[in-house]
């Protein structure tokens, strides 16, 4: 099969298409044809040597990718949920070796939903791990209830906007961060309140908020601290951009966590849902060829995407 292994931590040229055996399945895993691939900052992250780099180390050959949409063609000995020919969705393995850059993949039953047959392969693979992180945040961790005040930053990108349509959906009012050229497709998702970080202060204008998902940490954590209301709570993703988050939070009278996404089959079933019903939409801004993979990854390294990018294959 066609896969795409990383030769060493470093820069888009260490991504090589090669040759490798199909994976062999164990009994509570599927093998999964796949025909779309989600692509997130964590892969660029772990291909220079961070993110999850020091769980992959010792791997050989490092196969990148975490997020896949396809076709079920041989299910494990206890596989009890999917049959061949399902059509099926999810985020493999996460924290650990996903191996999703490959025409085939093994897959934890445990880690799918089905693909609702109204959305696309390309949709599905976009509602994987940037949806299930903004789900899991909400649903779990935000303690948000309907009418409650909510900060979404970065809601133009990948996880941003599926969190707001998700807070819209759970009845919160949502304001989100973007670029001045973003701010209609950021009202569009369902925010009521746009502002533009390269206009706008957010802490001037946004106060007594109950809740704020911080996907870009650093000083938009500290300055994010403004915005809530006493009691309040912030939620932040990306990995050690800010330190003591939960002490310095405290401080001031407030809640304040890192969080990191888990494979989790049940809530990829609650995404499926709301994908189903229509009430929440992957943005796919551009596809890339499985070929293609060194564009894709600069792509997401612009810090520019708007809403997902996915890699086709098959
Ligand atoms: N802990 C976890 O489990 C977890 C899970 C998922 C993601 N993450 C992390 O969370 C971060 C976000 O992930 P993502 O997939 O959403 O990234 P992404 O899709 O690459 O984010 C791109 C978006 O960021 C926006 N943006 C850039 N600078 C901004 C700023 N200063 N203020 C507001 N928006 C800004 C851009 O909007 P404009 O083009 O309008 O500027 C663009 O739409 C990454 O660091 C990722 O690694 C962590």
């Known amino acids: 099969m066609k896969a795409i292994i990383l030769k060493g931590f470093g ?5 090589v298409i090669t040759d490798l055996p199909v994976p062999v399945i164990s009994d509570y895993e599927v093998l999964v044809k796949a025909r779309a691939i989600g692509i997130n900052p964590v892969d660029i992250k772990t291909r220079k040597g961070k993110g999850l780099a020091g769980t992959l180390k010792d791997f050989d050959p490092i196969i990148l990718g975490w997020d896949i949409s396809g076709t079920i063609i041989q299910t494990g000995a206890k596989v009890t949920a999917f ?3 399902d059509e099926v ?4 393995n996460f924290p650990g070796h996903g191996k999703a850059y490959a025409e085939y993949v093994a897959v934890p039953e445990a880690h799918l939903a089905l693909k609702p047959s109204q959305i696309s392969h390309e949709e599905a693979t976009a509602a994987s791990l ?11 961790k935000s303690g948000i209830r309907a009418g409650d005040k909510v900060l979404i930053h970065s809601a133009a990108g990948g996880v941003g906007h599926y969190a707001v349509q998700m807070a819209k959906y759970l ?5 989100g961060t973007s670029s001045g050229l973003n701010k209609d497709f950021v009202l569009n998702l369902g925010a009521s309140i746009h502002i533009d970080y390269e206009k706008q202060r957010f802490e001037d204008i946004l106060h007594d908020y109950d809740f704020v998902l911080d996907t870009i940490g650093g000083d938009y954590t500290d300055r994010s601290f403004n915005v809530l209301k006493h009691g309040g709570t912030i939620i932040c993703i990306p990995s ?6 939960t002490e310095k939070a405290s401080a ?3 809640h304040g966590y890192h969080f990191r996404v888990l494979s989790d089959g049940h809530d990829m079933k609650d995404i499926a849902d709301l994908l189903e019903k229509g009430l929440l939409k992957s943005f796919v801004s551009n596809t890339f060829k499985f070929d293609n993979i060194q564009a894709a990854h600069g792509q997401i ?6 809403g997902k990018i996915v890699l086709t294959i098959g």
């Open 11 to 15: 820069g888009v040229e260490n991504l």
């Open 83 to 85: 049959k061949k020919g």
């Open 89 to 92: 969705f999810g985020m493999v």
């Open 130 to 140: 940037a949806a299930l992180t903004a789900w899991q945040v909400l649903k779990y």
């Open 171 to 175: 009845g919160a009012r949502v304001a």
């Open 240 to 245: 050690g951009t800010s330190e003591n988050i």
């Open 252 to 254: 001031r009278g407030l």
């Open 301 to 306: 390294e612009t810090g520019k995407t708007k």
